[in-house]
């Protein structure tokens, strides 16, 4: 873990008395929202992705029709960590199995196939936070693991999304599909079931998606940096004419300059206009 040294210079330190401790609370409190403001950092280091969840192969059960109407879902729940750990996850990939049936095929046309992920919205997909990745597939006689990564995504901890496979445009018959199984997915986050819609048979799925094909796939995340603790490296009160705060990240973090953090006075009277002056790492 690597702690941020953080200087603010500046703030009304009048000479004579001790700073009231009134004012030092308020003072404090706007330190507090500095650090309540600090986004998720995530390592700017080689990313140490991992296996959140998955559904291993296990016994096949075929593969399902993909067309261009039809979607497929997984739900899951991003653990909830004590405070102190990790504040949340990016989802870097997803790997799902598809096939596009040569037999099924005979112009060997690709199809794209897009992955999305969702907030939840109960019964259904909620809004989406971001389109994964895309993926083109080739004609071939199995399934095939196909890699989505173009576009990884923040998920917070503690809060429950949906990974949505997007049948591709312009499919139709039985040219693709998602390879099956009868496993159940596990992992790190916790599995809330298969769903599957049809737009083009809304009518069987009127309170929303229906549960739906386990098809196999795993989904592989960075876990988030985040601030852990913020503690005054001066005696309290005082009336130095700048004060230092040690930041502790839940992991090692680069690249911090003073626009990293943003001081945000409550209702003090300041004589001057507080600013943080310098950041050093130890």
Do not use: C
């Not at 909830?80 to 005979?106: E, K, L, M, Q, W």
């Not at 206009?273 to 130890?282: D, E, F, H, S, Y």
Request: charge should be negative; avoid cysteine; glycine fraction near 10%.
């Amino acid at each position: 873990m690597r702690d941020q040294h953080l200087r603010s210079d500046r703030f009304p330190t009048p000479d004579g008395p001790a700073m009231p401790r009134t004012f030092l609370r308020h003072h404090l409190f706007f330190a507090m929202i500095l650090f309540a403001l600090f986004a998720l950092i995530l390592p700017t280091q080689p990313a140490l992705a991992i296996t959140v969840l998955s559904n291993p192969a296990g016994v096949s059960n075929g593969n399902y029709q993909l067309i261009d109407s039809q979607f497929y879902a997984v739900k899951f729940t991003v653990p909830s960590f004590p405070p102190g750990t990790y504040p949340g996850y990016r989802i870097d990939s997803a790997t799902v199995d598809i096939i596009n049936d040569v037999d099924y095929n005979p112009s060997n046309t690709p199809f794209d196939v897009t992955v999305d992920i969702h907030q939840d919205g109960g019964t259904r997909p909620g809004a989406p936070v971001g389109r994964l990745g895309t993926a083109t597939t080739i004609p071939t006689n199995d399934p095939v693991p196909y890699l989505f990564d173009d576009n990884p995504l923040p998920v917070e901890a503690g809060k429950t999304y949906w990974l949505v496979v997007n049948g591709p445009p312009g499919s139709g018959g039985a040219i693709m599909g998602l390879a099956t199984t009868n496993s159940t997915p596990s992992g790190l986050f916790a599995y809330n079931g298969y769903f599957f819609y049809d737009a083009a048979n809304s009518h069987l799925f009127p309170s929303g998606w229906g549960s739906g094909v386990s098809f196999i796939f795993s989904i592989e995340a960075t876990p988030a940096i985040g601030p852990t603790g913020m503690t005054l490296a001066n005696p309290s009160p005082n009336s130095l004419s700048s004060v230092t705060w040690t930041v502790s990240f839940s992991g090692n973090v680069f690249g911090l300059s003073n626009a990293n953090f943003t001081l945000v006075p409550r209702s003090v009277a300041l004589p001057s206009t507080p600013l943080v002056a310098a950041i050093r790492t130890g």
